[in-house]
C-alpha cells in the first residue's frame, strides 16, 4: 500500500517561508517524478513544481524565483521551499508522486491528503 504523506504546512505572515515535506512509503522500487500541486478554495487544482529522479524541475510562472522544489531518493522524498511567500499562495497543497512498486512492471500515480497553507497577516 502507497502512501505520501505531506507536512509542513501552517499559517505565515506574507513575506514568510514554509518548508513542505512528501514522504512516500510502501514497496517502492523506484520513483519517476514527484508534483507539488495546490488548491484555493472556489478554484481548481494547479500545477505548482515537479522534479525527476535526474534533478530536473520545472515551476508555474507565479512561483519562479520564490519556491524550489528538491528530493532525497534515498528517503522517497520530497521537499518545497516556499519563500517570500504572498497571500495568492494561501491553498492546499497536495504532493503527487509516479512511481513503480516491487510487485509491479508499471508506474502509477498517487496523491497525498494535502496540507493547509495559509499566508495572512
Known amino acids: 500500500q502507497v502512501q505520501l504523506v505531506e507536512s509542513g504546512g501552517g499559517l505565515v505572515q506574507p513575506g514568510g517561508s514554509l518548508r513542505l515535506s512528501c514522504a512516500a512509503s510502501g514497496s517502492i522500487v523506484s520513483i519517476n517524478v514527484m508534483r507539488w500541486y495546490r488548491q484555493a478554495p472556489g478554484r481548481e487544482r494547479e500545477f505548482v513544481t515537479a522534479?525527476?529522479?535526474?534533478?530536473?524541475?520545472d515551476y508555474v510562472d507565479s512561483v519562479k524565483g520564490r519556491f524550489t522544489i528538491s528530493r532525497d531518493n534515498a528517503k522517497n522524498t520530497a521537499y518545497l521551499q516556499m519563500n517570500s511567500l504572498k497571500p495568492e499562495d494561501t491553498a492546499v497543497y497536495y504532493c503527487?508522486?509516479?512511481?513503480?512498486?516491487?510487485?509491479?512492471?508499471?508506474?502509477?500515480?498517487?496523491w497525498g491528503q494535502g496540507t493547509q497553507v495559509t499566508v495572512s497577516s
Open positions: 522534479i525527476t529522479s535526474g534533478g530536473t524541475t
Open positions: 503527487n508522486a509516479v512511481l513503480r512498486q516491487y510487485n509491479s512492471d508499471n508506474y502509477y500515480s498517487y
